[in-house]
């Protein structure tokens, strides 16, 4: 892999009030620089979609906007302000989905949200495993289940988490077609309401999005 | 997630695991029923070595309970989900000793007094022994919880963490196991379990600010 700077488009602003944004983002791994001069601002109703090949950056890079990560140089801000001084107002916002998405094998589904999502109540737990095709599956152990079945337990907190941003690592991974579908709409109903999406993803949004580019070619 | 959130599932995970919970206890009854094979049957010389076996054996029983504490939480990626959540770190940490304490801590105390027979510990030295495993086991789940935070995200960090929090650990030893030798004399042992009070106090508040960065550092990649 070439480690040019990374080529990237500039993400441009609907209205005045930006969110999150990068200002002139750095970081290398291993010697190889993954992106470097990188800056961008999103904003409330923004789709953004994160590209570029294997081993560009991309989950690196959300890891350095969830505020996980400290190998990098540059600047991180939530609504303006540095994001670790602002943690706590950004954390209470954000629903992130990493590779691990923190569904514990030896619990049920139910179990599983009743901890990642205390505020829900029964009913919308057992609503929202209904959308992922779950119901059903409340009383099994979740290591019990596929390793798609697995990932829709996490993927039930988008129909009943009510944080506007949501910062999601391949959320595609191991999900049938059908659902990537359901959950594309999801993601395009979340940012049409005011809330801020950022994936990466392989597969190509059929819907109008934003897109952060890493990795020179 | 809240706190209590937290609470109710590591306890409900801990039920689940019951079998990995016996471990460490299974590993205390077999230190102390080996020793009057290996040693000497004689009940005189076993008071005498009970007190510092008993210990040791705890504070190994507990070291190796460790693993318990955030290494699952950090390989299925809950442990992420944990730091990003608003709560504030330090809490969550000592959410976590609690349920440690609970699960392994508490038990290893309950059944001292049963080793502390096949030992033939002699009578005055049951009291200082319940006492100062009451005071110390939590100390060990307190500074235990700055090694396996140091050491969570390393996949060979199995000798790193004795290493790492044995020294801190010496203290309680000596302390506590001379504690339960003075009670065997029939001296007063308030001054050791002052000891060991200060030193809980102050791990108390140091242990989770320092287990928490432990932690932080461990996740940041």
Redesign the interface.
């Given at each position: 892999m070439s480690s040019n700077p990374s080529q990237t488009s500039a993400v441009s602003t609907d209205n005045g009030e930006v969110w999150l944004s990068g200002h002139d983002l750095f970081c290398e791994r291993d010697d190889r620089v993954l992106f470097s001069g990188l800056n961008f601002e999103l904003s409330p109703t923004n789709l953004v979609r994160i590209v570029g090949p294997n081993g560009a950056g991309k989950s690196?890079l959300m890891?350095i906007l969830?505020?996980?990560?400290?190998?990098y140089e540059g600047d991180v801000r939530w609504k303006g302000e540095d994001l670790h001084r602002a943690?706590?107002d950004f954390?209470?916002n954000?629903l992130?989905l990493?590779?691990?998405?923190?569904?514990?094998?030896?619990?049920t589904p139910e179990?599983n949200l009743?901890?990642?999502?205390?505020e829900a109540s029964r009913d919308e737990i057992f609503d929202a495993l209904e959308m992922v095709k779950l119901r059903g599956y409340e009383d099994v152990l979740t290591q019990g289940l596929s390793a798609g079945q697995q990932r829709r337990v996490a993927l039930a907190r988008l129909f009943i988490e009510k944080k506007p941003v949501w910062i999601l690592d391949e959320p595609f991974t191991a999900i049938d077609k059908y659902g990537v579908a359901e959950l594309e709409q999801i993601l395009v109903d979340k940012a049409a309401s005011g809330g801020l999406v950022i994936v990466t993803t392989h597969h190509e949004l059929a819907v109008d999005h934003k897109t952060i580019e890493l990795g020179g070619q | 997630?809240?706190l209590?959130?937290?609470l109710?599932?590591d306890l409900?995970?801990s039920f689940?695991?019951r079998g990995e919970l016996l471990n460490p206890l299974m590993f205390f009854l077999m230190v102390a029923s080996l020793f009057p094979l290996a040693v000497s049957p004689d009940p005189k010389f076993l008071g005498q070595i009970a007190p510092g076996v008993i210990w040791v054996g705890a504070l190994l029983a507990t070291l190796l309970s460790l693993d318990l504490l955030f290494k699952?939480d950090y390989?299925?990626?809950?442990?992420?989900?944990m730091?990003?959540?608003?709560q504030p770190t330090l809490l969550l940490v000592l959410v976590k000793v609690c349920v440690h304490w609970l699960v392994a801590g508490l038990p290893l105390t309950l059944i001292a007094p049963l080793l502390g027979l096949m030992l033939s510990l002699p009578d005055g030295g049951y009291a200082p022994l319940m006492l100062s495993l009451l005071l110390g086991t939590p100390i060990l789940s307190l500074l235990g919880a700055i090694g396996a935070g140091l050491t969570v995200g390393l996949k060979k960090g199995g000798m790193l963490m004795p290493l790492l929090i044995l020294p801190l650990y010496i203290p309680v030893l000596i302390f506590a196991a001379s504690a339960v030798q003075t009670g065997v004399d029939g001296n007063s042992y308030i001054g050791h379990m002052a000891f060991l009070g200060s030193y809980l106090a102050m791990t108390m508040v140091i242990a989770p600010v320092a287990a928490a960065a432990a932690l932080r550092?461990s996740?940041?990649?």
């Open positions: 690196t890891r969830v505020g996980m990560s400290a190998g943690r706590y954390h209470s954000l992130y990493g590779h691990q998405v923190g569904v514990k094998g030896n619990l179990e009743n901890w990642l999502v205390p | 997630m809240t209590s959130a937290l109710k599932r409900l995970i689940r695991n699952s390989e299925d990626g809950s442990l992420e989900q730091l990003l959540s608003p550092i996740t940041a990649r």
